[in-house]
């Protein structure tokens, strides 16, 4: 598989998602998303030497119950008004093969910056209308109380309401920068 041509592709907010999964009441996995504002990867060659960056929108956190997103926007968790955006910006990328890499890199959140690797695969290239747009995939766990996310309810029969483990997913559509997007 060919990378893309060296340049700055622009990422599609409409079209990429951020997923995470958390355990909750000690059993079970409760799955949200995050909105991403803004983004671009910029393709370098030699490939190694490639970036990215991107900042989400706190606020927008969605697990599909309200009043969870709401207490994960307040203090207790995301803090939002205080915290409105989180970041990722890499600092180093290493292939593994011709489709997958990792990405090392610094994620912002809460306030705190702590180094991040994400596990990634380039899935390709598609001619979308007039635009090529490229595919990512990308995943990574972090430790919430490494980002001072420390709330936590302990439970009557043991164990607590919010596990530390966060599993994340991003999918990335990007387009080359200053191109839109014909199709929806």
Same mark, same amino acid.
């Given at each position: ?42 393709? *370098? !060659?030699?490939?190694?030497? /490639?970036?990215?960056?991107?900042? =989400? +929108?706190?606020?927008?956190?969605? %697990?599909? $119950?309200?009043? *969870? !997103?709401?207490?994960?926007? /307040?203090?207790?968790?995301?803090? =939002? +008004?205080?915290?409105?955006?989180? %970041?990722? $910006? ?95």
């Amino acid at each position: 598989m060919t990378w893309p041509d060296p340049g700055t592709w622009e990422i599609d907010p409409r079209h990429t998602s951020i997923i995470f999964t958390a355990q909750h009441l000690v059993v079970a996995r409760v799955r949200g998303r995050f909105d991403v504002l803004s983004g671009s990867i910029e393709v *370098r !060659d030699p490939v190694e030497e /490639s970036r990215l960056s991107v900042t =989400v +929108e706190a606020g927008s956190v969605n %697990s599909g $119950v309200a009043k *969870r !997103d709401g207490h994960l926007r /307040s203090p207790d968790f995301l803090d =939002v +008004e205080r915290f409105p955006t989180l %970041s990722y $910006v890499s600092t180093g990328l290493r292939l593994l093969d011709e489709r997958t890499f990792t990405v090392e890199g610094d994620l912002t959140l809460h306030g705190v910056t702590r180094p991040v690797e994400l596990a990634a695969e380039y899935l390709g290239s598609h001619a979308d209308g007039d635009a090529p747009l490229v595919a990512f995939v990308a995943t990574t766990s972090i430790d919430r109380n490494d980002f001072d996310l420390s709330y936590n309810r302990p439970l009557p029969a043991g164990g607590f309401a919010v596990g530390p483990r966060i599993d994340i997913e991003i999918t990335v559509e990007a387009l080359p920068a200053g191109i839109k997007r014909v199709v929806a």
